[in-house]
């Protein structure tokens, strides 16, 4: 019996319109890094005088452009896994390992972003600004890491749907076969 999940395709079309443009943020995000890093080290050498907001604005762009980016890198298995045990693992109990880290993996992912999203709104609240003479409201900058976590955890969670749906219809296959 062919079961049609409405859900998962509309979880899925969202996840991956978030890690599309998570990935374009990050490519932006690290054009604008190398444009402020060069005209950091040009106004340094052939001027004698750095600018000052590169290397506090590239910082910020390094927060943005990791945390923005976990959810196309997940969507695209860019991440490292070292698989030694798990291939030497029976299939049926690779797809129990894999059910269990990916829950695992969901869990971590929700809780840390929930925790992250805190002292952002704590930020915002009490308008937590830089020291430097830019003042930039740190809210803005902290805010790119629980909406990239929430991203990764949209990520997971289609994976894991999955994971359990062909579990599901692998089992349905395997009794429907038996009878």
Same mark, same amino acid.
């Given at each position: 019996?062919?079961?049609?999940?409405?859900?998962?395709?509309?979880?899925?079309?969202?996840?991956?319109? #978030?890690? @599309?443009?998570?990935?374009? %943020?990050?490519?932006?995000?690290?054009?604008?890094?190398?444009? /402020?890093?060069? *005209?950091? !080290?040009?106004?340094?050498?052939?001027?004698?005088?750095?600018?000052?907001?590169?290397?506090?604005?590239?910082?910020?762009?390094?927060?943005?452009?990791?945390?923005?980016?976990?959810?196309?890198?997940?969507?695209?298995?860019?991440?490292?896994?070292?698989?030694?045990? #798990?291939? @030497?693992?029976?299939?049926? %109990?690779?797809?129990?390992?894999?059910?269990?880290?990916?829950? /695992?993996a969901? *869990?971590? !992912?929700?809780?840390?972003?929930?925790?992250?999203?805190?002292?952002?709104?704590?930020?915002?609240?009490?308008?937590?600004r830089?020291?430097?003479?830019v003042?930039?409201?740190?809210?803005?900058?902290?805010?790119?890491?629980?909406?990239?976590?929430?991203?990764?955890?949209?990520?997971?969670?289609?994976?894991? %749907?999955?994971?359990?749906?062909?579990?599901?219809?692998?089992?349905?296959?395997?009794e429907?076969?038996?009878?």
């Open positions: 019996m062919k079961r049609d999940v409405f859900l998962l395709p509309f979880l899925d079309g969202l996840a991956g319109f #978030f890690a @599309r443009g998570g990935c374009f %943020l990050g490519g932006l995000g690290i054009a604008l890094m190398t444009g /402020l890093i060069t *005209a950091d !080290v040009l106004g340094r050498y052939l001027l004698g005088m750095p600018t000052y907001v590169a290397t506090e604005f590239s910082e910020y762009l390094c927060v943005i452009i990791t945390f923005v980016g976990l959810s196309y890198v997940s969507r695209n298995g860019r991440q490292i896994e070292v698989t030694i045990l #798990f291939d @030497r693992l029976p299939r049926r %109990l690779q797809r129990y390992v894999k059910l269990f880290t990916q829950t /695992l969901l *869990a971590f !992912v929700s809780y840390f972003a929930y925790e992250t999203a805190l002292p952002t709104l704590l930020d915002f609240r009490i308008g937590t830089s020291l430097t003479f003042h930039t409201p740190l809210w803005l900058i902290s805010l790119f890491i629980p909406v990239g976590l929430g991203m990764l955890g949209l990520e997971t969670l289609v994976q894991w %749907l999955r994971l359990i749906l062909s579990a599901q219809t692998k089992t349905e296959t395997m429907g076969t038996a009878r």
